[in-house]
């Protein structure tokens, strides 16, 4: 059984860093792409990033594209979001999610199946 945990959340101001990790374990971490996806309360959930098994193939949502960088550590069975220039719009529950895939390509967000528990992110102005 695949399990995701996430840590790095927290609360920054307008214009600062923030680096999230999500750890896989159960399952072959270079068989998964990985993805971040955030949250706000009463809207749906976004896919904002996703990386292929290898780490070749990136996706950005346009919204976090150029402050986002989304990384992955194969031998550490460890994705990253480091989140950059850092908005109030950002303030969200982010999570990670795992999809089984291991061509080099970047799943569409309704292609994940397996998700983290969430981490809070609060940006304040």
């Known amino acids: 059984q695949v399990q995701l945990v996430e840590s790095g959340g927290g609360s920054r101001q307008a214009g600062g860093s923030l680096r999230l990790s999500c750890s896989l374990s159960?399952?072959?971490?270079?068989?998964?792409?990985m993805g971040w996806f955030r949250q706000v309360p009463g809207k749906d959930r976004d896919f904002i990033a996703g990386?292929?098994?290898?780490?070749?193939?990136?996706y950005y949502a346009v919204s976090v594209k150029g402050r986002f960088i989304i990384s992955r550590d194969n031998a550490k069975n460890t994705v990253f979001l480091q989140m950059n220039s850092l908005k109030p719009e950002d303030t969200a529950v982010y999570y990670c999610?795992?999809?089984?895939?291991?061509?080099?390509?970047?799943?569409?967000?309704?292609?994940?199946?397996?998700w983290g528990q969430g981490t809070q992110v609060t940006v304040s102005s």
């Open positions: 999610a795992a999809s089984h895939e291991p061509k080099n390509r970047v799943p569409l967000g309704y292609e994940y199946d397996t």
């Open positions: 159960g399952r072959t971490f270079s068989d998964y792409a």
């Open positions: 990386i292929s098994s290898s780490g070749g193939s990136t």
